[in-house]
């Protein structure tokens, strides 16, 4: 079975800061990770997404993510905080191609200018 | 590039009604996932179909029903609305068995 926890339902970092969002998953099968971005009233947009190969995920908008399996984590990052990363974030975890995602629930971000 | 067309975008229901949501998924995708997400919570996956045959089952009630036509578009049914159903229902496609999934806007239910 899989899921996923995202820790801190609620960040908030000052414009120029770095941006740090926890997620933690749990796989009995090699797991395949994503992050989604869902801005209001939106769908949601990949911004990465971990297979297989590298663990560092590079993505869309300046955010990165690390794999690491000693830790079960896939925490997303961004150097510098910009007004128009304020959304929801979602992580998810599938363990199989083609199968049904499961996502966290949600981190709420806030850019404070 | 094409994207997931989801339709209607709003819907307005009473209870004990009935609702169709319409799901175009990326041209070629063959493969088509819905999720439903309330107010202030993640997705929950309910339902998804591959190469027109269900493929995988999830937190759907008994009440709703789905499935894939022949060019690929799904329909979710939903029947017997109830309050606790309003929510953004979204719809992802996929190629295949490929690991990426594509969704759509959403259609955002309301139920009175």
């Known amino acids: 079975a899989q899921s996923v926890t995202q820790l801190g339902s609620h960040v908030s970092v000052s414009e120029g800061a770095l941006v740090l969002l926890r997620c933690n998953y749990s796989?009995?099968?090699?797991?395949?990770l994503f992050w989604y971005v869902q801005y209001p009233n939106q769908g949601l947009q990949l911004l990465l997404k971990y297979t297989t190969g590298a663990t560092l995920v590079k993505g869309i908008n300046g955010f990165e993510a690390e794999f690491k399996k000693s830790e079960t984590s896939f925490h997303l990052t961004k150097p510098s905080a910009h007004m128009s990363d304020a959304a929801e974030y979602f992580c998810?975890?599938?363990?199989?191609?083609?199968?049904?995602?499961?996502f966290g629930t949600g981190t709420s971000l806030t850019v404070i200018p | 590039a094409a994207g997931v067309i989801q339709s209607p975008r709003h819907l307005i229901k009473e209870k004990r009604e009935t609702a169709t949501l319409k799901c175009y998924p990326i041209p070629r995708h063959d493969t088509v996932y819905w999720y439903q997400q309330g107010p202030g919570q993640d997705p929950q996956f309910l339902i998804s179909f591959y190469e027109k045959m269900q493929s995988d089952k999830g937190s759907i009630p008994d009440r709703f029903s789905a499935q894939q036509f022949s060019d690929y578009h799904s329909e979710l049914n939903m029947s017997s609305l109830e309050l606790g159903d309003s929510a953004l229902y979204f719809c992802a496609s996929s190629l295949g068995t490929s690991d990426e999934q594509y969704f759509g806007p959403g259609t955002r239910l309301t139920v009175t």
């Open positions: 998810a975890v599938s363990g199989v191609a083609g199968n049904q995602f499961y």
């Open positions: 796989s009995s099968v090699p797991p395949y």
